[in-house]
């Protein structure tokens, strides 16, 4: 890799502050909410996959007899404290799972935490509170990075599913500290990404769905060029068949963006990449439906929305996938949170595991429905990142990766 990494520094006695993404699901009543009874409605992680992936550096950097200054953002706390979003939850899980004490400093700055981070003995961690309990942070404030930086001798980064935002702990800070170095979560995602992008083992294939093609066509446009197929899906799908056309019924459009998807198309095919598109869709009145069938894309009835690609199209796609040596997949194939609804998807990503090519999946919904689908392990790689990932994929220079210092 281009960047140093954690494994490219000697910690021995040295703090460093260790940018990870904790930012996890809780469950359980905020702090003010709780009853009488405060350790029954207690508020904690309901999802922990997150901190499982932050273990490995932190695990690095205490054996390596640092002092470990841990810093994330949760939630959208609007820039002041607000104990719904306090990182307390999640100290306590992560010391569960570090098997060592993780002491949770009352702020993110200041003199306080500045001399708690000073009396910490080599291997300690410290968890600051909610780094966004501070505008200045997504303002990439540079006082604010400055206060960060004092906490620390060396900054490494973790956090790829941050790395597309300038802020003060991820972007501003690395001006104060340094060197800058990747953590191995970091590594791991660049260069999992890094094989799509940068002379990946062909054919190479893209798999797009999801609600928006708004959010998604800047990776469309890009992926086009870059692949030898695009396999469209997902509520996505019909502002692409809208665009060719059809009636779509009262299935997700976004009318502003049916121009944009024609010429999409037009460069897909004066370029010779294949797209597929659905023939036949899953369709209802709305998710709630308890009836449900498949029809072709061309008598798509007015009433109905289009809720899953249909039993044709999964056949299409699953062939579409054969011989592929690279598969990259953002987005599920239908509203795949409904049993009704979730076949394509779910039988998409039993293909994708099965078809032998080197896969990567990423996005948070794609991801859970893999895991729901049941062949996680089979997958190449499955990306923490859902907006990191897709403005990689976009091609575009991530604040928080062009930020690490550079390998000499
Ligand atoms: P990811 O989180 O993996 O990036 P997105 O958030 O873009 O994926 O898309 C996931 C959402 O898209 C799901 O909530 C799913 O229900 C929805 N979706 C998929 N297909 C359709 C469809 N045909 N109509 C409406 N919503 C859809
Ligand atoms: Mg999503």
């Not at 049941?374 to 991530?398: D, M, N, P, Q, W």
Request: proline share 7%; charged share 25%; glycine share 10%.
């Amino acid at each position: 890799m281009a960047k140093l990494s954690v494994e490219d520094l000697d910690l021995g006695g040295k703090r460093i502050f260790l940018r990870v993404d904790l930012n996890v699901p809780l469950a359980g009543p905020p702090p003010e909410a709780a009853g009488p009874q405060p350790e029954a409605g207690e508020r904690q992680v309901a999802d922990d996959t997150r901190l499982q992936a932050a273990l490995p550096t932190l695990q690095h950097c205490v054996k390596s007899g640092a002092a470990v200054i841990l810093a994330s953002h949760l939630g959208r706390p609007k820039g002041k404290p607000d104990p719904k979003y306090s990182l307390a939850p999640v100290a306590k899980r992560l010391e569960e799972l570090l098997g060592q004490p993780v002491p949770l400093a009352a702020d993110c700055v200041g003199d306080a935490v500045e001399a708690q981070t000073r009396s910490l003995g080599p291997g300690q961690v410290l968890l600051l509170e909610n780094l966004r309990f501070h505008p200045e942070e997504e303002a990439n404030d540079p006082v604010f990075a400055g206060a960060l930086a004092r906490l620390a001798d060396c900054y490494a980064n973790d956090a790829f599913a941050a790395a597309h935002r300038a802020h003060a702990s991820i972007e501003a800070i690395t001006r104060y500290l340094s060197p800058a170095v990747a953590g191995f979560l970091m590594r791991r995602e660049l260069e999992a990404l890094g094989r799509i992008l940068d002379r990946p083992e062909r054919p190479l294939v893209a798999i797009l769905g999801g609600a928006k093609v708004s959010d998604k066509l800047a990776l469309v446009e890009r992926l086009v060029q870059q692949v030898d197929a695009v396999l469209i899906g997902g509520g996505m799908a019909f502002t692409f068949l809208r665009a060719l056309g059809h009636g779509v019924g009262r299935s997700l459009v976004e009318p502003d963006r049916i121009e944009l998807a024609r010429r999409v198309l037009g460069e897909a095919s004066r370029r010779g990449t294949q797209v597929g598109l659905p023939v036949d869709a899953v369709v209802a009145e709305s998710p709630d439906d308890v009836e449900s069938r498949a029809v072709g894309v061309r008598e798509m009835p007015e009433d109905l929305m289009g809720l899953d690609i249909g039993p044709l199209t999964l056949a299409r796609f699953t062939a579409g996938l054969r011989g592929a040596k690279t598969i990259v997949w953002n987005g599920p194939m239908g509203v795949f949170e409904r049993s009704r609804f979730a076949r394509g998807t779910v039988e998409l990503a039993r293909a994708v595991a099965a078809s032998g090519a080197f896969s990567v999946v990423g996005g948070g919904d794609t991801v859970a429905a893999v895991h729901q689908a049941g062949v996680a392990e089979k997958i190449g790689y499955l990306s923490t990142a859902g907006g990191a990932f897709l403005e990689f994929l976009e091609g575009r220079v991530l604040p928080g990766v062009a930020a690490l210092t550079d390998r000499p």
